[in-house]
């Protein structure tokens, strides 16, 4: 099967000129397409990643495009021997990116994009990556290679693979692309990442001397099943469906199946047979990408539960002893027959130079289920693009998409393009609280016309601004503050929730209790229950405002909001902050009754003048700006100075506290604050 339009590339949003894009390899141009796909559907951000350890491992073999150029004097030039190098195909999407992780091609004919898969793996393991980009790429640009694997009786008559079918007689050549981001499992669940599939394990080896340079040899095929079975920590009896190398070739798919026969059928319970396909009967053989399709195929099939048949399976090969074996061809779509988070399958490639590799994968973890978000809650809606044409097209995408029966929720949406998605200069944002009403915003903007709720622009060339986050300290509470957050966001929830639970044991009760209660119950007037409160409530909207891609450039904090301004800058842990903030609530509830703050409008050294000659009575506790200060003391001399600055004109504010914090009234709880928190590990910011 052939691609459509492999001549067309956009250059222009890759950076490439039209001259260097000529002499490019089309491979190379529709890896850096396929890849950038790639990114957006995993909600990789590009330039979050530019300078990052990404590993690059693409799976190649074909270079017709250089053999074309190489028969054009005219076509030589600087740009021809990058265009058409193996090596660049790889090396080339490390440098768009800015990746600094291994960048490599790999060539082992019809494995190469599942030895590219195993060596990322290998890769990630040893910490050489953090994440890793595996690709595989087949095109087809000239006949020759065809012709050969003609003469050869490698290709269908019929130009059908039928695989595992008594008719088989040969694959059909195919055009494609595929690309598979892998990260560690736990960094995947840490970032929120969409997960299809999880590798547990690979092995590659090599056939040796056979009965000829390309016949497969068996026995080394049933090696490198059982060592990627037991790299995984897999018992091959509980493996339901291999996506095999299955070309439908008279002498390969009995191989193939005997090996499989000799390895799942080991501890296997009588009439329970492994499910087998190809994806080559489906789309053709990709060659270097074949590895890759399996892979994929298996990764959809894992995360939507189901099987898909392997078509053109009409008659059983009678060379191939399916029952005996334990072996079936999938011939239908089915479920999967156990829950996908545990169902385990294997993906074969095998090389015609004896290369062979196999993968065992496992179905996506289960993952707790979210809070539902209301209906009709208000979404931005951001979208960008590099040129006016291509944001219209994204427009029209993304209305498709909002009126698709498959797409999530409206707030799903919105989150992707706004934290998942790279921003690029052409722009536009709507706000919306249905997806009917985001439909018609985006309309409007397709047919030139205003609407309300729908902002377009371009970015702008002046320099972003810095965005700080500002901690208040006591008094900044309210019954019900962050309870519809509670109930609504769920990483919200979760930082309430990871408080809590720090926290019970030192206190011995509940914040989530005080901060749902109601408000007869509520006692977070008390400075033992505000103070821990006020803490998670801040620290629970920062981790909020990052899930959304907020993050600040600086923090601030007054009075005890410099506790959690600490953890947001990553100098204090969460359990030291919360020991700090428990303690220092509990000691200043005792100090209720001996003293007062009060809000002046003075400068500092206006309030110090105010104050001398008070000694300990009063002193200036917080400077809050250049013309603003806390003072802070025992109650009877503050009122009286208070009094003398309002007849004066100045504005006092008493704050509904009975202590005076940041004063010497707290010096006698310093040494069991000390005490009480113990030692406290600092980083630097």
């Known amino acids: 099967g052939f691609l459509e339009q492999v001549d067309q590339f956009d250059a222009a949003f890759f950076g490439i000129s039209p001259r260097e894009a000529a002499r490019m390899d089309p491979q190379q141009r529709l890896l850096m397409e396929v890849a950038w796909e790639a990114l957006e559907d995993g909600g990789q951000v590009a330039d979050r990643l530019a300078g990052q350890r990404v590993g690059v491992f693409v799976g190649i073999s074909g270079f017709d495009y250089g053999l074309l150029q190489l028969g054009d004097n005219g076509l030589s030039d600087a740009y021809a021997g990058t265009g058409s190098a193996l090596s660049i195909a790889a090396n080339r999407l490390s440098y768009f990116f800015d990746w600094r992780g291994p960048s490599m091609a790999v060539d082992t004919a019809c494995s190469s994009s599942l030895v590219a898969v195993h060596l990322a793996c290998q890769n990630l ?42 008719r088989a007689d040969g694959y059909v050549r195919s055009e494609g692309a595929g690309v598979v981001l892998l990260k ?109 399709a399996g892979l994929i195929k298996v ?25 005996n074996l334990s072996l079936r061809v999938q011939q239908t779509l089915t479920d999967w027959p156990v829950e996908p988070s545990v169902a385990v399958a294997g993906v074969s490639a095998f090389g015609f130079g004896g290369a062979n590799a196999h993968v065992v994968v496992q179905g996506p973890p289960a993952r707790r289920q979210q809070l539902d978000p209301p209906a009709q809650r208000v979404q931005v809606v951001p979208l960008s693009a590099r040129t006016p044409e291509a944001l219209r097209g994204l427009a029209r995408a993304t209305r498709d998409l909002l009126q698709s029966p498959s797409a999530g929720s409206l707030g799903d949406i919105a989150y ?61 509470h309210w019954w019900a503050m962050g309870r519809q957050l509670l109930r609504e966001e769920r990483v919200f929830r979760q930082a309430v929730e990871q408080c809590d639970a720090l926290l019970h044991p030192l206190a011995g009760w509940s914040l989530l209790n005080e901060l749902t209660a109601g408000e007869t119950e509520s006692r977070l007037d008390y400075t033992t229950f505000a103070q821990p409160a006020i803490f998670a409530v ?69 309030a110090e003048l105010a104050v001398a000659g008070l000694d300990d009575q009063v002193g200036v506790a917080v400077v809050n700006s250049p013309n603003s200060v806390l003072l802070g003391g025992e109650t009877a001399a503050l009122d009286t100075l208070i009094d003398s600055l309002q007849r004066r004109g100045v504005h006092c504010q008493y704050l509904s506290l009975d202590f005076s914090s940041h004063n010497p009234q707290m010096d006698p709880y310093l040494a069991e604050m000390a005490d009480s928190v113990g030692e406290v590990g600092l980083r630097a910011a």
């Open 416 to 476: 992707t393009a706004g934290v998942r998605r790279s921003h690029h200069d052409h722009r536009l944002a709507l706000v919306a609280d249905t997806a009917d009403r985001a439909v018609s915003r985006l309309d409007a903007f397709l047919a030139g016309r205003n609407a309300n709720d729908l902002v377009i622009g371009h970015r702008s060339r002046q320099q972003a601004g810095k965005l700080a986050f500002v901690f208040c300290g006591q008094g900044s």
């Open 538 to 606: 801040q620290l629970a909207l920062v981790e909020l405002w990052r899930s959304w891609g907020i993050e600040p450039d600086a923090v601030v904090g007054h009075s005890m909001g410099e506790v959690a301004a600490a953890v947001t800058a990553g100098i204090l842990d969460l359990p030291d902050a919360l020991r700090i903030v428990y303690h220092r609530g509990r000691l200043m509830e005792r100090a209720r009754g001996t003293g007062k703050l009060v809000v002046v409008d003075l400068s500092q050294a206006e």
């Open 299 to 323: 990764a959809l099939s894992l995360k939507h539960g189901q099987l898909p048949p392997s078509l053109h399976f009409r008659e059983p090969n009678p060379l191939i002893p399916f029952d």
């Open 184 to 292: 560690p499992l736990s960094q995947a669940l840490a970032d929120g990442d969409p997960i299809y599939a999880v590798v547990l394990g690979s092995a590659t080896n090599q056939d040796g001397r056979s009965n000829g340079l390309t016949a497969p040899n068996p026995q080394s095929q049933i090696d490198v099943l059982r060592r990627a079975y037991r790299n995984a920590g897999v018992a091959p009896a509980d493996v339901q469906y291999v996506e095999t190398h299955g070309t439908g070739t008279p002498l390969g798919d009995p191989i193939e199946a005997q090996a499989l026969g000799a390895v799942l059928s080991t501890g296997r319970a009588s009439g329970q047979s492994a499910a087998i396909g190809s994806v080559k009967s489906n789309i053709g053989h990709l060659e270097a990408a074949a590895g890759i």
């Open 125 to 166: 393991r040893l910490g050489e990556c953090d994440m890793a980009l595996v690709a595989g790429v087949n095109l087809l640009l000239s006949p020759t290679m065809t012709v050969n694997f003609a003469k050869a009786g490698f290709m269908a008559s019929d130009g059908r693979c039928k695989a595992f079918d008594a």
